[in-house]
């Protein structure tokens, strides 16, 4: 994920690889792209680099990370900007139905200095085999446990559905 103040999505380039219904706390339609442009501030130095919207995790992780640019949300009822957006999903190649003690899928959002964290309760996912693309529709509840920064503001369940291609491997 995406640590508060390292790093921060400037945009995206390329054609859509996925896109994201949010509804509940937070509300929003997403999408991410081939590759997102990324400032980077190690040292007091701002470094652009590039992410991969979608990136098959590392080896024995089990699971694809999707990233999506900065953008608007409406959060708790009021329009706040997305510093960093990620969902967490596992592929395994089958189509899994979920339920509370699955958690399987889990959803970060940094706005401003509060970062936020919901993991899946109900809903469905279905992958393709090696994680190149896959789709959901899940309930997700407030995480019990911190985000990187400590910080854990996630109140209310969110409601996401989307889908996702082109899953870059990890090199």
Excluded: R
Aim: one cysteine or more; a neutral charge.
């Amino acid at each position: 994920m995406c640590a508060a103040g390292m790093v921060s999505p400037a945009g995206a380039s390329g054609s859509s690889i996925g896109s994201f219904t949010l509804s509940g706390q937070v509300v929003a339609k997403l999408k991410t792209s081939k590759e997102i442009n990324v400032i980077s501030n190690i040292g007091g130095s701002s470094i652009p680099s590039t992410l991969h919207g979608c990136q098959v995790g590392q080896p024995g992780t089990g699971t694809d990370v999707i990233n999506l640019p900065d953008g608007k949300v409406v959060l708790n009822g009021h329009s706040a900007k997305a510093t960093a957006v990620e969902f967490s999903v596992p592929f395994d190649g089958k189509s899994d139905t979920l339920t509370s003690s699955s958690n399987q899928l889990s959803f970060a959002l940094e706005v401003g200095k509060l970062s936020y964290l919901w993991v899946s309760s109900t809903g469905t996912i279905t992958t393709t085999s090696k994680g190149q693309s896959g789709t959901f529709s899940v309930t997700f509840d407030p995480s019990a446990t911190g985000v990187a920064t400590g910080n854990d503001h996630a109140t209310k369940p969110l409601h996401v559905s989307g889908s996702w291609t082109s899953c870059t491997p990890w090199p």
